[in-house]
């Protein structure tokens, strides 16, 4: 597709529990970004890839909270023993990355729908 | 670290009225302020943005202005349709980093 692509949509784990959220960039888009959206709240960084290199992890709110790229594609955040503070909309967003193409900026970033996670 | 206020939190406005977002940031190094809308279930889009560089940038019924010495921007849409309800959040960012968003404001098209 031509869209960032996030799955599963809607995940229900027990507290404990280990999850997997996996997200697919935009093809060729050089940086990815893990955003936190609490309910009713604006979407709160995680984390930053540029291709596989993990330039900014100092939104991971604990160290329950792992996120790779080994590619330089796809990405996975996984979180370890959830907790029901846990339970939030994870998003995924990707883009160019840094400098210009066409005297336009790369650094759009363009956002999938989200994981929802319930930690019960 | 960047802090970005938005208001108000939740705005109606009759049909084919006029709304108005407003929104401060802290870091004055920001560059890069996009405006997303946010609809049930989908994650946010991007609706327009300005760069520190301009201060105001306009595409047909959405208008951005930034004030950077006051550390204000705005997004003012008119002629407001049904479609244009949503919750619409204001961000900030220094080029190609994270985004700081604000809380959000659940916008309103009353019929």
């Known amino acids: 597709g031509a869209g960032v692509s996030q799955s599963p949509r809607y995940k229900v784990a027990k507290r404990g529990q280990d999850v997997a959220l996996r997200c697919d960039p935009i093809?060729?888009?050089?940086?990815l970004f893990w955003y936190q959206q609490a309910l009713g709240q604006g979407p709160e960084f995680l984390t930053y890839?540029?291709?596989?290199?993990?330039l900014d992890k100092s939104g991971l709110p604990s160290d329950r909270f792992f996120a790779e790229r080994p590619e330089g594609s796809v990405s996975t955040l996984k979180i370890q023993r959830t907790q029901q503070e846990d339970s939030a909309v994870y998003l995924c967003?990707?883009?160019w990355g840094p400098g210009l193409a066409g005297g336009q900026a790369k650094n759009i970033q363009y956002f999938g729908a989200g994981t929802r996670l319930s930690v019960l | 670290g960047e802090n970005v206020e938005q208001h108000p939190s939740t705005l109606s406005v009759q049909e084919g009225d006029s709304a108005v977002i407003k929104c401060t940031y802290s870091?004055?190094?920001?560059?890069?302020f996009p405006w997303y809308k946010q609809e049930l279930g989908k994650g946010p889009q991007l609706i327009i943005d300005?760069?520190?560089?301009?201060g105001e940038k306009k595409d047909q019924r959405i208008a951005v202005t930034l004030n950077k010495t006051a550390k204000h921007f705005s997004l003012h849409i008119t002629e407001t349709q049904p479609e244009d309800s949503a919750v619409y959040f204001c961000?900030?960012?220094?080029?190609?980093?994270?985004?700081?968003f604000g809380k959000g404001t659940r916008l309103h098209i009353l019929p």
């Open positions: 967003a990707s883009s």
């Open positions: 870091d004055s190094a920001s560059n890069y």
């Open positions: 300005i760069r520190s560089n301009v």
């Open positions: 961000a900030a960012s220094k080029g190609d980093d994270k985004i700081i």
């Open positions: 093809s060729g888009h050089v940086s």
């Open positions: 890839f540029q291709n596989e290199a993990q």
